[in-house]
């Protein structure tokens, strides 16, 4: 049964680390594939960029030339989230052993620092205009930012299953969903002051939207800056790996192990175990890489196995 049961695993793991992701098992760490998404998204949001900014030359409005200008920061943060994710399905080298599985940790920390710039250039037209306050565009500039809504929204949704397991596809959506809540708030103060005639309410709206999205991205950058400097996952309890590892048959003590993320869905750990009893075999190999996949979501583990006859340089050291 074991030599069997050897096999389904391997099996398993080619095809997990391979290009078809996640057929093996319908794991949810198992990478979605959103080219789909980022096609429709990137094509959307370039004809309604073309749209709005034909429509500013049109009609000569600024408002809606920095709208437009801004809507091409998303085509850039969401080509930044697809290279990202594209470059991550190269197979390994010799050179790159992992492949360039780290490219989605790199694209989520570039988007999470696009998305703070993006947010200063609305602060600071937001700041200029309440000291200058300009005549707010009718309804011709709410009902095209109303086109936004939907299409920001629309793409948002696209990646909205992806975004608590993948902090890259988490960029992409928070990118989307800011834009769209930026449009919101320009159709509603644009409403508003339509109605009413306090002007000042139109940076305002802009303002409390800028604060919404730091929020959020703030979570975004410091969980991207995290992984880039390889600290343990966040949804993996470093002490509940540690009591899995010393709780497998004949185990000792554990020590020097480390996890991090090779990208921003794929933890990689490493791990020497003390077996008093001399080395357990290939059979508790293959039970504890399970154990760790199935409990932990964590696919590539080595593990060492020492006696404990000799000091381990490390274990002195690893007091984590």
């Known amino acids: 049964m074991s030599g069997h049961h050897h096999h389904g695993h391997d099996h398993g793991h080619a095809h997990g680390h391979g290009h078809a992701h ?21 094509t959307l949001n370039i004809l309604y960029v073309l749209g709005e900014g034909g429509a500013g030359f049109w009609t000569g409005s600024v408002a809606l030339l920095a709208d437009a200008g801004h809507n091409l920061s998303d085509v850039l943060g969401l080509a930044v989230a697809w290279g990202g994710a594209a470059l991550a399905r190269t197979a390994p080298s010799k050179r790159f052993t992992y492949g360039l599985k780290g490219s989605t940790i790199l694209a989520a920390l570039t988007n999470a620092l696009l998305l703070l710039v993006a947010l200063g250039a609305i602060t600071l037209e937001a700041v ?10 009718g309804l011709t500039v709410s009902s095209i930012a109303a086109v936004g809504i939907a ?13 608590h397991g993948d902090v890259n596809i988490r960029g992409a959506y928070l990118h989307m969903l800011s834009d769209a809540l930026v449009s919101a708030g320009v159709v509603v103060a644009g409403l508003i002051i339509w109605y009413t005639g306090v002007t000042w309410l139109d940076p305002l709206v802009s303002l409390v939207i800028v604060a919404l999205i730091f929020a959020q991205t703030w979570g975004l950058l410091r969980e991207t800056v995290e992984m880039a400097l390889a600290a343990v996952p966040r949804n993996i309890d470093y002490d509940a790996v540690t009591a899995a590892l010393e709780a497998l048959p004949g185990v000792d003590r554990v020590h020097d192990l480390h996890i991090w993320p090779m990208s921003t869905t794929e933890p990689v750990l490493t791990a020497h175990l003390v077996v008093a009893n001399g080395h357990p075999g290939d059979d508790f190999l293959v039970n504890a890489q399970t154990m760790l996949h199935d409990r932990f979501g964590i696919g590539h583990a080595t593990l060492q196995c020492e006696t404990g006859g000799h000091d381990c340089k490390l274990e002195s050291a690893a007091s984590v």
């Open 128 to 137: 200029q205009r309440f000291a200058d306050p300009s005549p707010v565009a």
């Open 151 to 163: 299409v920001n929204a629309f793409t948002a949704w696209l990646f909205a299953r992806g975004r």
């Open 22 to 42: 996640g057929h093996g098992h319908g794991h949810s760490h198992a990478p979605a594939n959103f080219d789909r998404a980022f096609a429709i998204g990137i």
